[in-house]
């Protein structure tokens, strides 16, 4: 079997994901694997992009190998999705499946980008393996290396894969109007992070509604202009200082001018299944931030050009990114049925949460990841100095162990219903104790009120 590597990893050679390649390609020595750069040689890929459909020509299988970068894949596999699918090669016939490694922070919205571009380009899509990025040093991390090698090679040999999903229909983009803009004093500072092209001329007359509707001063940072000299390396020269080793300046105009603003809303056209490779590139490059939610408590939008309905995967990913960084989500307004009314609820739910200072509780989304983060974090404290900083500041590190009192109580709990003879005793009691706490809220609300009137 000839199987083409398309290496996502801007480390090329030194990738981590790439040594579980590595550790295949020794075990099975029968098939043929070559081994395509893709991340490192993103810039000359952009040139010249026939040696990669050459080496896709000759392929019965493309595997994609790359580390798992802020909720997707690194910018420059981003990139080279772009440039594969302009080619518009016939990959009908080939299949298509994908190794990450990660800390297991959002792996499935990962996999599921990768998943929905290779159904995009006609791939016979088989699911992948998603691993620690230790696991390759453990017998059960190379049992599953091994085991999921053998499941591709049966799939590819029985002409088995993922049927792709129906595609839905695709909503029609429908226009926007910009209201004449009211004679107001404005107050505030909302920043506008959007990634806008020449023929965007939809996402502008979106953000110039938005504009016009905010009671907020509003100003707009169009990362198309912004001169980054690549994406993020995963050279972690930023885990100990803070500082990018990319001299563009990036670090400190994100920290000076975005991170400053009172809220955040991004702007962007769908593309790819997600927010396109030049806002990737833009998240990735936020690692200066290392995983420190330095935004916490900020209100954030999103204006989106596209049909959104049909990309579930990427709504998760724009709830889970507020959700993880601690952010009010005022709303996603899309053009997909009615935006001037989408437009201008963000508007005024993104006002009323500034006025008043909202922020709810995080969901799932947001407690698993930094649960996730914070036990990194405290195991690599001695690396990752900043990050472990931030964390001891802001209460992060948060372990159950910590919580004996509860702990202690929860052992006398299962004595007691662990004896039949006490439960019976017992009765309704263990709801009554449960609810004695709540109650004594209640009583106070209720003595608050009185005290009002």
């Known amino acids: 079997m000839e199987i083409l590597v398309i290496n996502g990893s801007p480390k090329g050679k030194n990738s981590v994901t790439l040594q579980t390649v590595n550790y295949l390609q020794i075990l099975f020595p029968h098939h043929h694997f070559e081994i395509l750069h893709a991340g490192q040689t993103i810039h000359a890929l952009e040139k010249d992009f026939s040696p990669a459909l050459s080496a896709i020509e000759k392929a019965d299988v493309l595997l994609f190998s790359y580390p798992v970068y802020t909720f997707i894949a690194p910018s420059q596999l981003h990139r080279f999705i772009e440039l594969l699918k302009d080619a518009k090669p016939d990959l009908s016939a080939k299949f298509a499946t994908q190794i990450t ?74 226009p926007v109007t910009v209201p004449t803009a009211a004679e107001l004093e404005k107050n505030g500072d909302v920043v506008i992070v959007a990634d806008l092209r020449e023929d965007d001329t939809q996402l502008r007359a979106m953000i110039e509604r938005f504009r016009t509707v905010l009671p907020r ?113 005022a709303g996603i307004a899309t053009d997909e049925t009615d935006p001037d009314a989408a437009i201008d609820s963000l508007a005024a739910k993104l006002s009323f949460a500034l006025q008043h200072k909202y922020l709810p509780p995080q969901n799932f989304y947001g407690i698993g990841g930094m649960k996730v983060f914070r036990d990194l974090i405290w195991l690599m404290q001695g690396m990752m100095k900043a990050d472990h900083k931030f964390y001891k500041a802001h209460g992060q590190y948060d372990f159950p162990q910590k919580q004996w009192p509860k702990m202690l109580a929860m052992y006398g709990v299962g004595a007691l219903l662990s004896s039949d003879k006490l439960k019976s005793k017992m009765g309704s009691a263990m709801t009554d104790g449960m609810l004695m706490p709540y109650n004594k809220v209640l009583e106070q609300a209720k003595k608050k009120k009185a005290n009002k009137h």
């Open 101 to 174: 490694t990660s800390k297991h922070f959002y792996d499935m919205t990962a996999h599921r980008y990768v998943q929905d571009n290779c159904a995009d380009l006609g791939l016979k899509y088989i699911r992948g393996l998603s691993a620690d990025m230790d696991d390759l040093t453990t017998k059960q991390g190379q049992h599953e290396a091994v085991e999921f090698f053998r499941y591709l090679c049966w799939s590819v040999k029985n002409n088995i894969f993922e049927e792709p999903s129906a595609p839905a229909p695709t909503a029609a983009r429908l």
């Open 217 to 329: 001063k509003t100003r707009v940072v169009n990362i198309q202009e912004y001169p980054f000299r690549g994406g993020c390396l995963g050279c972690f020269n930023c885990a100990v200082s803070g500082k990018c080793i990319y001299t563009d300046g990036f670090d400190e105009y994100l920290r000076n001018e975005i991170q400053t603003a009172d809220a955040i809303v991004y702007a962007f056209t769908i593309r790819d299944h997600s927010m396109g490779a030049r806002f990737k590139m833009f998240d990735d490059r936020q690692f200066c931030n290392g995983h420190r939610t330095v935004t916490i408590g900020m209100s954030v939008g999103y204006l989106v050009s596209g049909d959104l309905k049909n990309e579930q995967n990427l709504q998760t990913i724009m709830d889970a990114r507020a959700q993880v960084g601690s952010n009010f989500l």
